[in-house]
């Protein structure tokens, strides 16, 4: 069948003109892959066969429905039927928040479990209405309907959904999923409690049964002022509300107790716990059917009323532009509710649960899901933490638990509308008070919160505080707003640090640790030279912070490596934001603890510039010749990834000024830890990497250094066979030659390559010894032609002070 259909797309291709070997420029007819000691084959290395990308990225389901098996049904029955029984409930509660009928909240459980099984990535997640999306879009509707009148509500509702979603939908096609990544913990969690609060002041007012007229839909401090203006107003509700309430609470509470002190019987008070939601609503439901029984008309508490069965509301949705734009000033705040809520939740459990999900394809199915549930009447759904959390602890196995769940709500929309009639109002208020409860932040988090970052603390409250005082739509914006705020200002305001050099000791117990192993004496004695500390494993030399901005020992004395040597490190990148902050704060130290080379530089009063006035009249010029003068800069790139045209500018400014400032000797500017080629020929390009040429003489002499390893590793069996080989070599040639037999191949780590001078320093520097050194299986690990970039700051150290010493114009490094 295969070969068939491949002959009639060969044929068809063929007859349109599309030329597939193209896609394969080996061509069927290519020679495979022989081994052989110069061919890179599948002896050396497995192959790689970059792989085109198929409907199964959109379809994550392709993965792994055709290994379904019996294991995971039951486990996926079991949750999926645990939280149909919470979803019913739950989405009739969540519907009145939206100001629609009960039915919608249905219709939306329904429409989201049963199509976010097709596009999940996480088997956890249970989409549907939630809470605060929800208030929102009562939020829209009423406000809408101030304009529109004539509008009804769940068009309003639907046109919102399909608009979000598509624009949703469109953001994870494009695969921009890491957006999410811009909202931080603390943001979401000021979101959610500042919703659940105002959630849970709207209902109080149906859960005590309060006759008064009054909205319940503005800021949290005016439902809570108007709740307790009209507390005299309560009716038999109250009754209900409050011992439901209490019930929802004593039953977890019980729960959790029981499992405690009978962990055999956890699972048992796991479902109990689970499914009291369905049972409160039953159970006040029996009670309102025996009260209300005969009083259909003048019920003696509020109850739901008529609920259709089946979807009599699928049609096509309504959309227009009048529509569109009644609620585009919403929209922003509706898509990043939609998404923080999922995307964290789902994010949340996948780390919990030992799994990655794909943000953008999480997008994909939130979309869908909005863009196709308006066809069968549902308003904007997400994810919900309570029904995720459920599902998780239920015992899931694949996102396949959606279809069951979608199954038992089915159930409840054609069976159970009869019994939806005498469901009370207040216990519905009370199961979303109960349900919103746990968005609320407890305050030992938010104590984490400033032991872990005081400012973000700050956004947390202010988040909170907007959503109590003006409305959920606020409170985003003012999260989202001073979390992006912060985030630039701390790039913007981003200032790195200046390293000396420290010489630690490995330490176990009292004693240190030898070269051997074992337990050594406290460190080199002062008359061991500098090649011997080098070979001395008892030490090492690290590169701390000179201000000790990290909170390392202020008694330990940290210095510059040499005078005149610099060594800076970026802490947050080197772009455009924070350019000019790193290198003002670079030059100012520079300044503040060095002299210019040339003291004389301004003979007279008049040669000053008017920046630098000096001295008032009569008093001395400051004595600045105990400082060193600036020889060179060792730029520590280990934080930075990218460079851009800003900040490469920049430090060719400051390169610029600070030759000036050390005229007529140029500072050489080498660079460690360079983690991007791109941003190493940003630094070429702008003339770096290799010695500065002087204004007066050009290039002087000076001495590269560089870092060699050997090929493949030195534990490889290439080496150990080249090294024993190269060994059994020497042996012979010492016993032709009269050396002593002890002459064996010396490992080089940073050999000194041949001096050099004048522009042609490249070509002389394919004769040195570290360049030849490849013979002996061993290679540079940086490139050749460029000398100043080093792989680490200890041979940036090492290059930079080889050159200054052999310059002859600065005294030998003294060891202290």
């Known amino acids: 069948m295969s070969s068939s259909t491949s002959k009639v797309g060969h044929t068809l ?25 110069s061919v890179f084959t599948t002896g050396t290395a497995d192959t790689y066969i970059e792989p085109e990308p198929t409907v199964a990225g959109l379809f994550p389901f392709l993965k792994w429905i055709g290994r379904y098996n019996t294991q995971w049904l039951i486990g996926d029955l079991v949750a999926g039927i645990t939280v149909g029984a919470v979803v019913v409930p739950q989405g009739m509660s969540y519907a009145q928040l939206a100001d629609l009928p009960v039915e919608y909240g249905l219709y939306s459980s329904f429409m989201g479990v049963l199509i976010y099984w097709f ?32 509008l009804d509500p769940h068009v309003i509702a639907s046109a919102l959904a399909i608009i979000s979603g598509a624009i949703i939908t ?46 319940t839909r503005g800021a949290t401090y005016q439902n809570i002022i108007n709740s307790l203006k009209y507390l005299p107003s309560t009716q038999l509700d109250a009754a209900l509300g409050l011992t439901a309430l209490f019930m929802l609470y004593g039953i977890r509470s019980a729960c959790n107790y029981g499992a405690r002190k009978r962990p055999h019987r956890a699972k048992t008070f796991f479902f109990i716990s689970t499914l009291r939601t369905a049972f409160v609503i039953l159970f006040y439901t029996m009670i309102s059917a025996a009260v209300n029984i005969h009083r259909r008309e003048h019920t003696a508490f509020k109850v739901l009323g008529n609920v259709p069965r089946g979807f009599k509301h699928a049609a096509v949705p309504t959309i ?70 459920i599902k998780s602890k239920a015992g899931v196995r694949t996102p396949l638990a959606g279809l069951i769940t979608a199954v038992v709500v089915l159930l409840a929309i054609y069976a159970l509308p009869p019994l939806f009639w005498y469901i009370p109002q207040a216990a519905l208020s009370a199961v979303i008070i109960h349900a919103v409860g746990d968005l609320i932040t407890p305050p030992n988090v938010v104590y984490q919160f400033w032991l872990v970052s005081p400012l973000e603390v700050v956004v947390f409250f202010a988040g909170v505080l907007v959503t109590v005082f003006s409305s959920i739509e606020n409170g985003v ?56 500390d080098n070979a001395n494993d008892t030490y090492r030399n690290v590169y701390l912070p000179v201000t000790h901005g990290d909170g390392s020992n202020p008694q330990i004395s940290v210095q510059h490596p040499y005078p005149g040597v610099f060594i800076y490190r970026f802490s947050e990148g080197f772009v455009y934001p924070n ?194 050194a490849k013979r002996n299986n061993i290679a540079l690990v940086s490139g050749l032609n460029r000398p100043f970039f080093h792989v680490d700051v200890t041979s940036a ?10 310059s002859g114009s600065f005294a030998k490094i003294i060891e202290e």
């Open 579 to 772: 350019a000019n902050s790193e290198t003002d704060y670079l030059v100012q130290t520079i300044f503040k603890e060095t002299r210019r080379t040339n003291i004389a530089t301004y003979p007279t009063l008049g040669d000053r510039p008017w920046n630098d006035p000096g001295p008032r009249r009569g008093k001395p010029v400051e004595d600045r010749s105990d400082l060193p003068t600036l020889r060179a800069i060792i730029l520590d790139f280990s934080s930075v990834d990218h460079v851009d045209v800003t900040s490469i500018q920049n430090l060719i400014d400051v390169r610029n000024q600070l030759d000036l400032y050390a005229s007529p000797e140029p500072v050489q500017w080498h660079f460690a830890n360079i983690n991007n080629r791109w941003t190493k020929r940003a630094l070429t390009s702008a003339g770096f990497g290799w010695p500065s040429p002087s204004s007066v003489d050009g290039f002087q002499r000076w001495k590269p250094i560089f870092s060699v390893a050997e090929i493949g590793g030195r534990s490889s069996a290439a080496a150990v066979a080249e090294r024993e080989r190269l060994n059994s070599q020497i042996k012979a040639d010492d016993l032709e030659g009269g050396r002593p037999k002890s002459a064996t191949v010396r490992e080089r780590t940073e050999p000194e390559v041949s001096s050099n001078e004048g522009d042609d320093y490249i070509k002389q520097l394919d004769t040195t010894t570290a360049y030849r």
């Open 170 to 215: 469109f953001i994870g096609l494009i695969r921009w999923g890491w957006i999410v990544e811009f909202i931080p913990l603390t943001a979401i969690t000021a979101f959610m409690t500042g919703s659940a609060l105002n959630i849970a002041s709207g209902q109080i007012k149906n859960l005590m049964g309060e006759t008064a007229n009054f909205s």
């Open 13 to 37: 291709a063929k007859g349109l003109g599309i030329k597939i070997p193209y896609r394969d420029p080996l061509g069927s007819e290519a020679d495979p892959v022989t081994r052989g000691e």
């Open 119 to 150: 596009f999940a990535t996480s088997k956890d997640i249970t989409i549907g209405p939630v809470a605060v999306m929800s208030t929102l879009t009562g939020n829209v509707i009423i406000a809408v309907r101030k304009e529109h009148p004539e």
């Open 477 to 532: 914006y003012t999260t989202v707003c001073m979390s992006a705020f912060l985030l630039l200002w701390r790039l913007v305001k981003a200032r790195g640090d200046f390293l000396g050099k420290v010489r630690v000791h490995s330490v176990i117990g009292d004693h240190l640790i030898d070269e051997q192993g074992k337990y050594g004496p406290v460190g080199p004695t002062p008359e061991q030279t500098l090649a011997e």
């Open 320 to 389: 227009n532009t009048s529509i569109i734009k009644s609620f585009t000033s919403y929209l922003p705040s509706a898509v990043i509710v939609l998404l923080i809520e999922h995307i964290s939740i789902s994010k949340s459990f996948g780390r919990v649960n030992n799994y990655t999900i794909d943000p953008s394809q999480e997008m994909v199915a939130i979309g869908v899901t909005n863009l196709l549930g308006p066809f069968l009447g549902a308003y904007p759904a997400t994810g919900s933490f309570s029904r995720t959390a």
């Open 797 to 806: 150290v090492h290059s930079a002070i080889s050159n200054i010493e052999g």
